[in-house]
């Protein structure tokens, strides 16, 4: 690269949102459309695990697709992460179910169930259930299922093991490779 020319992705990170700094080489600028892509993609899915043209999402049905991401959001809720980090967490599960008839019977019969303790009890399915605390009460009944906790254990070390979203709870992931937290301000405690 000529060393007189300025590269329009010469500007360096900074504490600023990263999909708001422009990029710096190819690798970052690959990551972040990677990213971008995923995202759009978790758009256009329409609100749901499975891809809307796979065979899996055509016998499981446009409202147990959309019922299993409400359920995760309901699951683990952070307002402030967008679908897409739970459609990411998600997705791989979604996957395999297509090729595995036993996961995708899991998936299946729990959406069922999950809409039928929720007529039950409100006699609405649990995407119209509107308040979050009666959605709650649904899914403290289905907690012992096996459909809950395999949903459950998905989203816990997906949403929580990944450093894309850990700046937005404000941790700063693993410090040992940073020398440790005694010299990072470790003691620099400002919300007591």
Known sequence: MNKNKKSLFSFRK??????????????????????????????????????????????IGADANETLLKLARDIYPHDTLEDKYYVQVMSPMAESAEKDPELFKLLA??????????????????????????????????EPTPFFQKIKGALMMGIYNNPEIWPLFGFGGSAWEKG???NRGYDAVDWL
């Open 14 to 59: 900074s504490d600023q949102d990263v999909s708001d700094t422009p990029c710096s080489d190819r690798r970052e600028f690959l990551s972040k459309s990677g990213k971008l892509a995923l995202g759009a993609s978790a758009v256009i899915v329409g609100g749901g695990l499975f891809s809307p043209n796979s065979f899996a999402a055509k016998k």
């Open 180 to 182: 440790g937290y005694i």
């Open 109 to 142: 019969d729990g959406v069922k169930l999950l809409d039928n303790t929720s007529v039950e009890k409100y006699a609405v399915s649990f995407t119209q259930i509107e308040t979050e605390q009666e959605r709650v009460a649904v899914l403290k009944i289905l």
